[in-house]
């Protein structure tokens, strides 16, 4: 039994519970038996209007989802449609009457390519995700209730490559001289280095949940989390109208996902650069897993905010490709890369706590690459070629030109 169903009476807030990482949560805390209510903008699905894609899975609305849920598990989970970042008195009101123990935040803009599309894009996703974090601490306070919050960051927030060091869970031991010159030594969050505006809006997010910790005695933890890979958890294939979300655009499709469906439609993998970057990976059953191991174990009262690592490998880009073209045969196409970041870099994670809690890691193997490419090809028909190579540039030097409009 985990950890997390040995307490199965919580009631438990899902902010951004319509998403790839929040569905399949909100399933999986249900399957364990807490009280789930979800409370989503559903500004995913129309960003996917914006984008003129769709997920490649076919999503169901929300209701017929709930509806579903309900009749293969006899569970229901409530929903509440509104924006946590402009509706403070509303989301008082949700916290005033449910009570929740714990209070899981997914509800932000999360892909990087999508910040940096334009001016309007940056200040989209800096005030939606400053704004949701915010709003969030603040109605917490004005509640009064002792609600653990479990934040989804991002391994984003420390850069990528530390000289060989292993890159610690949130905090960094510093010697510092004093001013008698003698040694004193002091733990501070790890600096940070964001390489996108969304990855600047996490470092933001660190800063307000040290704030309202120090200040207010709100507890947090905050998962780091790396790149998510995968498509279905154990709930969410139980029926297709359960099914997640699969994004493969150039916007929102993650590396390894987008391989992965590449070679599934016959395109070439799409490797930026040198395709030298090394990056941080969970699959998403870990991510429910981990999320539940977090509730399961919340901080005490007067603890500073628990970062935790939430990764469990590290890989190359272009190793990734290789292993997925030996596997399917598909062609690498080294592109210009329209990023702005380290052509090459080393990348070594501590991600002990999770490990301690119980995760027991689903680490990248062949039989999962399948999972995800029997999806790819079974929604085939669903892709739109043109929308898979990466438009968005972090500089106008580096912009990709849009074949279709020359
Ligand atoms: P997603 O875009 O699929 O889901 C986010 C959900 O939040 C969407 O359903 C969206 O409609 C909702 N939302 C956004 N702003 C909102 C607001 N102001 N009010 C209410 N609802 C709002 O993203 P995801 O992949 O599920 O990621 C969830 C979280 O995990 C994000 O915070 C992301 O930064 C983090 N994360 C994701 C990954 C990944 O690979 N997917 C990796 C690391 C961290
Ligand atoms: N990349 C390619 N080819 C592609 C797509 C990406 O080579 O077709 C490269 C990128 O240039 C980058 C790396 O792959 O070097 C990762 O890109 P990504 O789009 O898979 O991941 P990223 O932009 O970092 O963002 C994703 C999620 C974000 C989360 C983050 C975790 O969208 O929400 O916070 O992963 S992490 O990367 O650990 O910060």
Not at 309 to 334: F, I, K, P, S, W
Request: glycine share 8%; proline share 4%; with cysteine.
């Amino acid at each position: 039994m985990s950890i997390a169903s040995q307490q199965p009476n919580q009631r438990i807030l899902i902010l951004g519970g319509d998403g790839f990482c929040g569905w399949p949560t909100a399933l999986h805390l249900s399957d364990a038996g807490h009280e789930v209510i979800i409370v989503d903008n559903l500004s995913r699905r129309m960003i996917d209007v914006e984008l003129e894609v769709e997920s490649l899975t076919p999503i169901r609305p929300m209701s017929e989802r709930l509806a579903a849920w309900r009749e293969i598990s006899g569970r229901d989970i409530g929903f509440h449609r509104f924006d946590v970042a402009r509706n403070y008195q509303r989301l008082v009101n949700l916290l005033c009457e449910f009570m929740p123990d714990a209070i899981v935040h997914f509800a932000e803009q999360r892909a990087a390519p999508y910040s940096m599309k334009s001016p309007a894009h940056k200040r989209y996703t800096v005030d939606n995700n400053v704004g949701a974090t915010n709003t969030l601490l603040a109605a917490l306070v004005e509640s009064g209730l002792d609600a653990h919050v479990v934040h989804l960051g991002t391994m984003g927030v420390y850069g990528y490559g530390s000289a060989g060091m292993k890159i610690p869970e949130g905090y960094l031991k510093v010697h510092v001289e004093t001013e008698a010159g003698g040694m004193t030594t002091d733990e501070i969050l790890y600096p940070a280095h964001p390489g996108s505006i969304y990855h600047l809006t996490k470092t933001q997010d660190q800063l307000t949940f040290a704030f309202y910790n120090r200040n207010d005695g709100v507890r947090v933890t905050d998962l780091h989390q790396g790149i998510v890979w995968g498509t279905q958890t154990e709930q969410t294939a139980r029926d297709e109208r359960l099914i997640n979300r699969f994004d493969y655009d150039g916007d929102y499709g993650t590396v390894l996902n987008r391989f992965l469906m590449q070679a599934a439609v016959g395109h070439p993998l799409t490797v930026h650069g040198t395709g030298g970057q090394t990056r941080a990976f969970i699959h998403i059953q870990d991510t429910v897993r981990c999320i539940e191991l977090a509730i399961g174990n919340p901080p005490a009262a007067g603890e500073r905010v628990r970062i935790l690592n939430q990764m469990t490998e590290t890989h190359r880009v272009r190793d990734l490709a290789d292993r997925v073209a030996a596997l399917t045969g598909a062609t690498l196409d080294y592109q210009p890369n329209p990023r702005v970041e380290a052509v090459e870099n080393d990348l070594h994670v501590a991600n002990d706590t999770l490990i301690q809690l119980g995760l027991r890691p689903t680490t990248l193997d062949t039989g999962l690459f399948t999972e995800v490419t029997d999806i790819a090809a079974r929604y085939a028909h669903r892709a739109d070629t043109r929308r898979i190579v990466c438009r968005s540039a972090w500089r106008a030097d580096r912009q990709v030109p849009d074949v279709e409009t020359g």
